[in-house]
């Protein structure tokens, strides 16, 4: 079973920056994808980003050149840099692991953008 914990979230002004953490309970090389979605209210859950274990990184359009993601395999940790913050960016954001034909969420960190 894979467990992943997320921490991070807050309320920010438009234009602010947050840094999002997801631990996870395995090794992290050892999950096909991990990544990072979010869920407004209303609106169904989208990819925000994702990192697989060849480095492989893809990013929603609306997101490209303002959010980073990373990873710390030794803290099997990854990690979504959130800079220049818009109203629009405000979901709950979910951390998630894809092994094999199994999915795995952590229970999300809110993330509140305030214009």
């Known amino acids: 079973q894979v467990q992943l914990v997320e921490s991070g979230g807050g309320l920010v002004q438009a234009g602010g920056s947050l840094n999002l953490s997801c631990v996870v309970s395995?090794?992290?090389?050892?999950?096909?994808?991990m990544g990072w979605y979010r869920q407004a209210p209303g609106l169904q859950r989208e990819l925000v980003a994702s990192?697989?274990?060849?480095?492989?990184?893809n990013y929603a359009a609306d997101v490209k050149g303002r959010f980073t993601i990373s990873r710390d395999n030794a803290k099997n940790t990854v990690y979504l840099q959130m800079n220049s913050l818009k109203p629009e960016d405000t979901a709950i954001y979910y951390c998630?692991?894809?092994?094999?034909?199994?999915?795995?969420w952590g229970r999300g960190t809110q993330v509140t953008v305030s214009s």
């Open positions: 990192i697989m274990p060849s480095g492989y990184i």
């Open positions: 395995v090794k992290i090389l050892t999950i096909n994808q």
């Open positions: 998630n692991g894809k092994k094999w034909t199994q999915d795995y």
